[in-house]
């Protein structure tokens, strides 16, 4: 063996190992997240009696009712409806006001600009469960309990930041040139944003809306804190009513989790390359 040879080897040895380590840690992640859903999915096909005398394996009596009851109550259908007006409402509310904040802070100098953005960035570290109580202050007194506004605009005032950020980082990647050929061209600078930027940054509007409406699906804390009717209880809230009054039904509960992750875990199946695809092209630009 030549001496050229042998670090050749070696590394090819080492590149090899890394694989399949990576491989390995993927595979372990993957069953951590995929194992605990295909319990909870198998086990709403068992009764509660046989789910605590056999937990792990396959039911021996399919019980199918734990599901298409669920599936023929209003109720269910109503509370999916619920979260799918306030995820569309919120994502519509904080796209729109982040997009325009983020093209000033982009593509305009003005005295203080760095300040007033580092202000917004601040919003990532403000936790909302801080906020609670003068929110929940601010709500009553503007007639926004029990009311869809009053979930919908605090989700959108803390979807702000991580928005802004995002959108900010797109829009200064645009090249200067290409604004000023539409200005001279008497595009206004409405015109250019709505025009040329917003068409160029749909990777970007894509990614956002992505997580603003995963956010909101997933939010429970400001429903429950908002929603004292079940009228307008979103998938959240639902799932921890239910299990208050399911709560020796161990099987059906899971059987109403399991459908109440389904219509984000297909929203997610459709909008992944969307998601990837625009933190991958914000990634690369520069």
Same mark, same amino acid.
């Given at each position: ?7 050749? /080897?070696?590394?090819?040895l080492? /590149?090899?190992?890394?694989g ?17 859903? =295909? !319990?909870? =999915? ?8 046989e =789910? @605590? ?5 396959l039911?021996?009596?399919? %019980? ?18 619920n @979260?799918t007006?306030?995820?569309?409402? #919120?994502?519509l509310? #904080? ?7 983020? !093209?000033?802070?982009?593509? &305009?100098?003005f005295?203080?600009?760095? %300040?007033?953005?580092?202000l &917004?960035? +601040?919003?990532l570290?403000?936790?909302?469960a ?12 503007? $007639?926004?309990?029990?009311n869809?506004?009053g979930?919908? =605009? ?19 990647? %645009? ?7 539409a ?6 600078a409405?015109? &250019? ?6 068409p160029?940054?749909r ?9 603003a ?5 997933n ?14 209880w979103? +998938?959240?809230?639902?799932?921890q009513?239910?299990? $208050?009054? !399911?709560a ?9 989790v ?9 929203? !997610?199946?459709v909008a992944?390359r969307?998601? +990837? ?8 630009? $520069?």
């Amino acid at each position: 063996m030549t001496p050229t040879t042998a670090p050749s /080897s070696t590394r090819r040895l080492r /590149s090899r190992l890394r694989g399949l380590s990576m491989h390995a840690i993927i595979w372990v992640v993957g069953a951590m997240i995929v194992v605990p859903l =295909l !319990y909870a =999915l198998v086990s709403g096909f068992k009764s509660t009696s046989e =789910l @605590s005398g056999n937990p792990f394996g396959l039911p021996r009596q399919w %019980v199918t009712a734990n599901y298409t009851e669920l599936l023929a109550s209003g109720s269910f259908w109503r509370q999916v409806a619920n @979260s799918t007006v306030i995820a569309l409402a #919120t994502m519509l509310v #904080t796209v729109a006001v982040s997009a325009l904040a983020a !093209y000033v802070f982009a593509r &305009f100098a003005f005295r203080g600009r760095e %300040v007033v953005f580092t202000l &917004f960035a +601040i919003g990532l570290m403000f936790p909302f469960a801080v906020a609670i109580l003068p929110l929940f202050i601010l709500l009553r007194s503007f $007639g926004l309990l029990d009311n869809p506004l009053g979930v919908i =605009l605090p989700q959108a005032a803390f979807g702000l930041p991580m928005t802004i950020i995002v959108l900010r980082g797109f829009f200064r990647n %645009v090249p200067a040139e290409l604004e000023e050929a539409a200005i001279i061209d008497g595009c206004s600078a409405f015109g &250019f944003f709505w025009r040329i930027l917003l068409p160029m940054a749909r990777p970007a509007l894509a990614t956002v809306s992505v997580l603003a409406i995963v956010t909101s699906w997933n939010n429970f804390f400001l429903p429950l804190l908002v929603f004292t009717e079940p009228d307008w209880w979103t +998938i959240p809230v639902g799932v921890q009513q239910f299990q $208050g009054q !399911y709560a020796q039904d161990t099987a059906r509960i899971l059987a109403y989790v399991v459908l109440a992750m389904a219509p984000a875990l297909a929203f !997610y199946t459709v909008a992944e390359r969307q998601l +990837i695809g625009g933190l991958t092209a914000g990634a690369t630009k $520069g």
